[in-house]
Every structure is written in C-alpha cells, then in structure tokens.
C-alpha cells in the first residue's frame, strides 16, 4: 500500500489549482481503465499497430488495473479522475525506483497535470529516500520524449518491449531525485 503522509504535503502547493494527488482507490479503476485505453488509442495511433490499438477496450483494462490500483496515484479536480501515475520501485542499475505509467485525460493535456504527476513521483520517492528514477516510453513518442526532457530527464537506455505480435523501441530517461 502507498503512504499518503508525502502525498498530503505536496497538496499543500496544488490547492490554488483545485487539483490534488492522492492514492488511488478501487472506485477509481473504472476511470484509470478509460484513460488508458482512450491515451493509447490516441496518442499511440500510427505508432502502435492498429490491430494492437483497435483490441483495447475498458473492461479489459479495468481486470488489469484493478490488481494494481495500490501501486497508482490518481490527479483529481473535485470527484473527477484527470490522470493517474504508478509507482514502483525498480531494479535497474542507475535507478531505485520508477514510473511503470504516468497518463492524462487526453482532453487535459496542456493543463499541468502531467507535470503534477511527475512532481508528486519526485517527492514521493525522495520521502522514501530513493536517489534516481527511471522512466521508460516509445521512442517514437515525441511529445512524451520532450515532456520527460523538460521535466529534467536524460535519456538513458533503448530497448525493445512487444505489443501484440511486434516488437518496438522504447527508451529511457533518468531523474536524479
């Protein structure tokens, strides 16, 4: 289970925007679900496979989710879900700790709440005394790529993750927390 003590203190500075960040809940799968599935659909058409992308759908993602939802951090205006990050902590070499995903509504993007979410993984982990964290995304993602480059990231590693029958470069960046 996350601990919510790091989280009531970064919402101290997001009060001016009505946004907080809290630990997700179960009532909150069925959101966490839609935006995945309508994120990919969107943002991943023409560089994900469209069979991959058109077998998505929010049932489905909501069995996958709703085993992990413990490990996720929702952003929220009021009662609505406008994005969600999962934490973890990691195994890799020059990280102790990861974003595993970070998504917005797709109609909030350019709002601040991705930069929110990031913000609320830093302090988290630093609350945990984690040192660097890893993020991994499709290299053909340009606006996620430029978004972690902003955010502080540096690009770190490529690898290759499949989805469906095919195989595509990812890449990964480092933040020193």
Partial sequence: MIDSSDTNKFNEHLKQNKM???PAEKDDV???AEICVEDWKIAYK???GDDFL???????????EVKRYDKQFVATDGDKVLGYSWLEEADDEAADCEVIAL???????????GR?????AFEHF???GKKSMIVWCLKDNLESR???EKMGGREYRISLHKWGVKDYTIVSYLFDL
């Fill in 54 to 64: 058109d077998s998505m759908n929010v049932d489905d993602r909501y069995q996958i």
């Fill in 46 to 48: 023409g560089i994900i």
């Fill in 103 to 113: 998504y917005v509504r797709y109609n909030q993007r350019k709002n601040g709440i």
């Fill in 126 to 128: 630093r609350g945990l």
């Fill in 146 to 148: 430029k978004f972690y």
């Fill in 30 to 32: 069925r959101d966490i």
């Fill in 116 to 120: 929110i979410l990031m913000e609320h």
């Fill in 20 to 22: 907080y960040v809290r």
